[in-house]
């Protein structure tokens, strides 16, 4: 069996679902507009590589806090539709659609919380998908992440964690990611492939003979 890796944000869709989660819930008046400030000020540690990602993790998972996984399920499920659907890249759909007809099997790892990286992937039709764990307490969301954050390093770790639990042993990976924070990741697979890299990941890239792909949306006529 062979298994495709993919990153979520940025890699199949044009944006980060985390961020645009917050807005989407800030526009329901479910996030104040600090909360949205501090996201905005953590993204660009983000993609400086000096992102404190507990303290992230804490400020995107805060508005689950108290919440029913059925809400948080029928927000997600609206969120999915008009704002995850528009920024799937073309060629997003088509890589997943040739590694199932390969008969590989296609997982989905990101750092942004499972409430949103499960539903996200059942949409784009991948069954198999890792993201940040958010603890339950008597049925509603504490608004508190467990175990190893899939980020950096953690990914790989998860990963690992999959692997056993669903006791698969791949005969070769691929991995597809837009970030330097996945470089763990996409050196562990067999075959790496850098979505619409920077020049510093680009350049790694073009080194170790690693593919570099431009995916782009397609503009509406």
């Not at 949205?36 to 993609?47: G, N, P």
């Not at 998972?61 to 997600?76: C, D, Q, W």
């Not at 998860?158 to 006791?167: A, T």
Request: charged residues 20%; aromatic residues 10%; glycine residues 8%.
């Amino acid at each position: 069996m062979n298994l495709a890796i993919f990153d979520l944000d940025e890699t199949l869709i044009a944006g980060d679902s985390a961020t645009l989660w917050l807005n989407f819930l800030a526009g329901r008046g479910l996030v104040s507009d600090a909360l949205l400030a501090e996201d905005r000020r953590m993204m660009q540690d983000y993609y400086a590589g000096t992102l404190d990602m507990p303290a992230y993790v804490a400020l995107t998972l805060a508005p689950l806090e108290g919440r029913t996984a059925a809400e948080i399920s029928r927000l997600a499920a609206e969120f999915i539709t008009h704002h995850i659907a528009p920024i799937v890249y073309p060629e997003a759909r088509q890589r997943l659609a040739w590694h199932k007809a390969q008969g590989h099997r296609c997982l989905i790892i990101s750092a942004t919380g499972e409430h949103l990286v499960r539903p996200i992937a059942h949409y784009l039709g991948v069954e198999d998908a890792i993201g940040v764990q958010v603890e339950v307490v008597n049925g509603r969301y504490s608004g508190r992440p467990e175990g190893v954050f899939s980020f950096q390093q953690g990914k790989v770790v998860r990963l690992g964690h999959w692997l056993r639990e669903h006791n698969v042993e791949p005969d070769f990976c691929y991995g597809y990611s837009d970030s330097s924070n996945d470089l763990p990741l996409l050196e562990y697979v067999d075959e790496a492939a850098v979505v619409n890299g920077n020049e510093a990941l680009n350049a790694i890239a073009a080194e170790r003979g690693w593919q570099q792909l431009s995916w782009t949306l397609k503009k509406q006529p």
